[in-house]
């Protein structure tokens, strides 16, 4: 597709479950980036991959998180143990080029995770 | 510790004015600056972007000005349409590094 595609887009689950959150970034950037944003804030970083490997995982908050990109292409967001304050919107947003770049990311429309 | 902040959670402009959104930054090392705009149930969608060489970016109705002594970064929007009502999101970072967002501040332009 021409943008970057998040599934599902909506996802409530029971606190203690495991989720798994899926992003499809656009053909050909080898920059994917996840981002959590909670209400009233703005997106906080979480991970960036470079092709297949984590270039940086700072923002995982534990180590219920994790992401993986085994083909460079769709990139998967694990949490396990779910708490209800993983409660969010995460967004998924790819590029083609690296961090710090004066053209921005593509975002996708995120999926809204609730734990309850 | 909020390295991006935008202290105006909401503006409202009237059709055809400029809205000015403000933006302030801790980390003298930021030297990207990018701004966001945000639709219910949409991921953010980039607007402008200006680098820390220069002190004002122009395209079309958007304009970025960046004073880096004051740590200061504003977006004007002249003028403004119903359809720019959103959130709009102030990102920095320094180089090599990833975006650090603003909370936002939501932008509402009325006919």
Avoid at chain 1, 7 to 25: F, H, I, M, Q
Avoid at chain 2, 7 to 30: A, H, K, W
Wanted: glycine residues 10%; hydrophobic residues 30%; charged residues 20%.
């Amino acid at each position: 597709g021409a943008g970057v595609s998040q599934t599902p887009s909506n996802k409530v689950t029971e606190k203690g479950k495991y989720v798994e959150l899926r992003c499809d970034p656009i053909s050909g950037h080898t920059a994917l980036y996840w981002y959590r944003q909670s209400l009233g804030q703005g997106p906080e970083f979480l991970i960036y991959f470079q092709g297949t490997g984590a270039a940086d995982d700072s923002g995982l908050p534990n180590d219920r998180f994790f992401a993986v990109r085994p083909e460079g292409s769709v990139s998967t967001l694990k949490i396990q143990r779910t708490e209800r304050g993983d409660s969010a919107v995460y967004l998924c947003a790819s590029s083609s080029r690296g961090p710090a770049s004066s053209y921005g990311y593509t975002f996708g429309s995120g999926t809204r995770l609730t734990v309850v | 510790d909020q390295q991006v902040k935008q202290n105006s959670p909401s503006l409202s402009v009237q059709e055809g004015r400029i809205s000015i959104l403000n933006c302030d930054y801790t980390n003298s090392m930021f030297d990207y600056f990018l701004w966001y705009k945000k639709y219910p149930a949409e991921g953010p969608t980039f607007l402008i972007s200006i680098s820390s060489i220069k002190d004002k970016n122009e395209d079309g109705r958007f304009t970025v000005f960046l004073n880096k002594s004051a740590k200061h970064l504003s977006l004007h929007i002249v003028p403004s349409q119903p359809g720019d009502s959103a959130v709009y999101f102030c990102a920095a970072s320094e180089e090599g590094q990833n975006f650090v967002f603003g909370p936002g501040t939501r932008l509402s332009v009325l006919p």
